[in-house]
């Protein structure tokens, strides 16, 4: 028998991958002497040749309690919601059937390496601009901030993430009896979520055509 969780194990580590570059936005979590920290941020992966995230890269306001927190503990948690949806029973011919919530997610938990050198902190900054400017029309150059840029980079701390353990759930219809995943698709191809439709597709090609 199939476990759960090979069911819904990303297709490959280069899936994840592209789900942590198209889905920048993600919330870092710390627990510190009883407490929760959780601050949303934009994290930049450090792609290995193998196309895998080997370390995973951003930074906070200096003036964040979170940092504290880090000095104290710097084992967190890195948590990235790809795309995701609700999938009504109203879809299927079956509407016994319940409804469901597909969704591709991946959680890093790291070790958190503060970088107080502000010509490195200037280098994740770069990286970070040029990764969500990349493809714009007139894109956006740092150089463009003149002095101000150097007082900004005085107010940020930036961070490296080694990754201690990665995990991983796609949960994208794999587990859906054929009828039923068709009965979705069809549904997402007239006026769904194409995003989320065109992740199911690439999770479940070894469906019979």
Do not use: C
């Not at 999938?87 to 319940?98: E, G, M, P, V």
């Not at 794999?174 to 007239?190: C, G, K, N, P, W």
């Amino acid at each position: 028998m199939t476990s759960p969780a090979s069911v819904f194990a990303p297709p490959s580590e280069r899936d994840v991958t592209r789900l942590v570059l198209e889905h920048p936005f993600a919330w870092v979590v710390t627990a510190s002497d009883g407490d929760l920290s959780a601050t949303p941020l934009p994290l930049r992966p450090v792609v290995d040749a193998e196309g895998r995230v080997a370390e995973v890269r951003g930074h906070f306001a200096r003036s964040n309690p979170h940092v504290q927190h880090l000095r104290r503990t710097p084992r967190s948690l890195l948590l990235f919601m790809g795309p995701h949806g609700y999938i009504s029973s109203s879809w299927l011919a079956d509407r016994t059937r319940t409804p469901t919530w597909n969704y591709a997610m991946v959680q890093y938990l790291v070790d958190i390496e503060l970088v107080e050198d502000a010509e490195r902190t200037d280098a994740l900054m770069r990286d970070l601009v040029e990764a969500m400017e990349a493809g714009r029309p007139r894109a956006w150059q740092i150089e463009e901030m003149g002095s101000r840029y150097r007082r900004l980079v005085s107010g940020v701390i930036g961070f490296h993430a080694h990754i201690v353990e990665r995990r991983a759930k796609f949960k994208l219809g794999q587990d859906e009896r054929d009828s039923e995943y068709t009965d979705i698709v069809a549904a997402l191809t007239h006026g769904g979520d194409a995003t989320l439709l065109a992740w199911m597709q690439h999770a479940n090609t070894a469906r019979k055509k």
